[in-house]
């Protein structure tokens, strides 16, 4: 799903220095634009650009308000067409990036070539299998037992650097791993003790229990299908000087016909079908959440761009691990997910194990500047 791609690519991003890229990742002409417009409604825009709280709630909300959306639309009990709702998120996607390059506000973004295209194809095949499978997971899942789940991914990412870029796991980051694993073993723990507290009847036991299994399945295959489409963009996105825009815009513009293709393959398009997955009474409530959810890859990355140049990279990677608690907390409000011991004290793990893991990598990244000198040059008499 659209959000999901920036999610796990917010992911790879604080871990990165800032840099002009994301300094310009919002375009000059878009800001002279509105300061072209009335008084009243340039100093309001104003305003809003240069407050730094108004930037760290648009990333919050448009994190949260996307996995809802995306969790809302395929947690019907008859929903089976994924792949065709990921297509329909990458046409309004690739739409509205066509639109802002026409009214000026991404002036470069990068032409499709044939060769550009063929490099970036196996990174594209990533990312369908993973916004894929974490509609499948956020379909057998809890909120917050995906969003505990998700955290597996850092782990498999930050090894996967160590592998292939010379990265390196410091003893806090070590200890934050333990504690996501840790907090995806309660979080496991405690769904299926829900699922075997039930009301009693070994069938519908039995159903939960195989609901969970095929979620922690899908979530198995999206922790590796995310840190390889992770890794891979960041092996190729260098070597094609791809920006932000030219990372959307060929991702969705390259994925659409493997989606469509594979919709056509593996789900039933026939009438009756259709009917089952947009029944008349929520058709028009999926339908709004269909084209949120591939607008909300815009807004997702204008917000992510924004709390960035108004605050810092450091805030902003602490402030993605402190919306997963109230992520989690959406989801028990919204889908009523149960709340028990085990679960609270799983997302409370997740919490923690986010904000060492945050904290582990700003101390490894101060550690080039704590290095003393080995020798001294001699100064002249």
């Known amino acids: 799903m659209s959000h999901k791609k920036n999610e796990d690519l917010e992911m790879r991003r604080m871990d990165e220095p800032e840099s002009d890229e994301r300094e310009n990742f919002l375009p000059k002409p878009a800001s002279q634009n509105w300061a072209q417009g009335d008084g009243g409604s340039e100093s309001i825009f104003s305003?809003?650009?240069n407050n730094p709280g108004a930037a760290v709630l648009a990333y919050c909300f448009s994190s949260?308000?996307?996995?809802?959306?995306?969790?809302?639309?395929?947690?019907?009990?008859?929903?089976?067409?994924?792949?065709?709702?990921?297509?329909?998120?990458?046409?309004?996607?690739?739409?509205?990036?066509?639109?802002?390059?026409?009214?000026?506000?991404?002036?470069n973004l990068a032409a499709l070539e044939s060769r550009k295209a063929k490099k970036w194809l196996p990174v594209s095949v990533a990312f369908v299998g993973m916004i894929y499978t974490s509609t499948k997971s956020l379909q057998f899942l809890s909120v917050p037992v995906y969003?505990?789940?998700?955290?597996?991914?850092i782990i498999a990412i930050a090894y996967g650097e160590v592998l292939w870029f010379g990265g390196k796991v410091t003893p806090l980051l070590l200890l934050s791993?333990?504690?996501?694993?840790?907090?995806?073993?309660?979080?496991?723990?405690?769904?299926?003790?829900?699922a075997l507290s039930g009301d009693g009847h070994s069938d519908e036991t039995a159903a939960a229990i195989s609901t969970l299994n095929a979620g922690y399945a899908w979530m198995g295959l999206n922790v590796f299908c995310t840190a390889s489409y992770v890794?891979?963009?960041?092996?190729?996105?260098?070597?094609?000087s791809f920006k932000n825009w030219d990372t959307m815009y060929y991702n969705n513009l390259i994925s659409l016909p493997i989606m469509i293709i594979c919709s056509l393959v593996t789900e039933d398009w026939s009438s009756a079908n259709l009917a089952q997955n947009f029944p008349v009474e929520t058709r028009?409530?999926?339908?709004?959440?269909?084209?949120?959810?591939?607008?909300?890859?815009?807004?997702?990355?204008?917000?992510?761009?924004?709390?960035?140049?108004?605050?810092?990279?450091?805030?902003?990677?602490?402030?993605?691990?402190?919306?997963?608690?109230?992520?989690?907390?959406?989801g028990i409000v919204f889908f009523g997910a149960p709340v028990t011991f085990g679960s609270v004290t799983a997302i409370l793990l997740g919490f923690f194990s986010g904000l060492i893991y945050g904290y582990g990598k700003v101390k490894q990244k101060e550690e080039p500047k704590q290095v003393l000198p080995t020798s001294q040059t001699p100064s002249r008499p």
């Not at 019907?76 to 506000?105: D, E, H, K, P």
């Not at 969003?147 to 991914?153: A, E, G, Q, S, V």
């Open 47 to 49: 305003q809003l650009e």
């Open 64 to 107: 949260i308000s996307m996995t809802v959306v995306n969790k809302y639309v395929v947690s019907g009990s008859s929903w089976n067409l994924n792949f065709l709702y990921l297509a329909i998120q990458a046409v309004i996607c690739t739409a509205a990036i066509l639109v802002l390059r026409q009214m000026g506000m991404i002036p």
């Open 147 to 153: 969003t505990i789940f998700k955290n597996l991914t």
């Open 177 to 194: 791993f333990g504690l996501m694993v840790l907090s995806s073993v309660v979080a496991a723990w405690a769904d299926i003790q829900s």
């Open 231 to 240: 890794l891979g963009t960041r092996k190729f996105i260098t070597s094609l």
């Open 284 to 330: 028009n409530n999926l339908m709004i959440g269909m084209l949120y959810s591939g607008l909300g890859a815009i807004f997702i990355s204008y917000s992510s761009a924004w709390c960035i140049r108004k605050t810092s990279s450091t805030t902003y990677s602490f402030v993605g691990y402190l919306n997963k608690l109230p992520l989690a907390i959406s």
